[in-house]
T-cell receptor
């Protein structure tokens, strides 16, 4: 049972436009969400996170939106740059005692076309 | 600042051979440590995590084991590798709270032939 789903395996966007990456989750206990960016043959790099007490978090060109009722979050990248081309993973966790697991989606490969 | 190291970067091993992957963290004390695997075309799967020296929790039954002999050292091992052990192995660290961000190492690409 996949608790974190990224239904789009790939996305192509023109440079300068907005990239929107989507993520859905099924476990209502999740209360902390993260986005990671991964280049081939490298470890994931943390991008941005959001707690369930917020519905938006912004960091430079990156904004994460959380819709708890829909169990949906999205990452917006504005403007998109060629260097943003990578695989983006959505991850979720919950603050229950003894819970340390991040549950990852399968990733979305973003290609930003110059 | 904190840094995390993994080695080797790549490894090709025959089926049935042993495995030892090492991960070390610098610049922090008593981190939580994690081993993940990314198989081809799949997301990241948590294999083991550790909240302290000698404390290992396994998330999935498998052919692998983990050990934490020192505070900032995490080792992934196998006595006999299987073909299905091939993948990209990632070590990560975080602070002591369950919602602390996890930071990943550069990874080890393991190919079992």
């Amino acid at each position: 049972d996949q608790q974190v789903k990224q239904n789009s395996p790939s996305l192509s966007v023109q440079e300068g436009r907005i990239s929107i990456l989507n993520c859905d989750y099924t476990n209502s206990m999740f209360d902390y969400f993260l986005w990671y960016k991964k280049y081939p043959a490298e470890g994931p790099t943390f991008l941005i996170s959001i707690s369930s007490i917020k519905d938006k978090n912004e960091d430079g060109r990156f904004t994460v939106f959380l819709n708890k009722s829909a169990k949906h979050l999205s990452l917006h990248i504005v403007p998109s740059q060629p260097g943003d081309s990578a695989v983006y993973f959505c991850a979720a966790s919950y603050s229950g005692a003894g819970s340390y697991q991040l549950t990852f989606g399968k990733g979305t490969k973003l290609s930003v076309i110059p | 600042s904190q840094t995390i190291h993994q080695w080797p970067a790549t490894l090709v091993q025959p089926v049935g051979s042993p495995l030892s992957l090492e991960c070390t963290v610098e610049g922090t004390s008593n981190p939580n440590l994690y081993w993940y695997r990314q198989a081809a075309g799949r997301g990241l799967q948590l294999l083991f995590y550790s909240v302290g020296i000698g404390q290992i929790s396994s998330e999935v039954p498998q052919n692998l084991s983990a050990s934490r002999p020192q505070d900032r050292q995490f080792i992934l091992s196998s006595k006999k590798l299987l073909l299905s052990d091939s993948g990209f192995y990632l070590c990560a660290w975080s602070g002591g709270f369950s919602t602390d961000t996890q930071y990943f190492g550069p990874g080890t690409r393991l190919t079992v032939l």
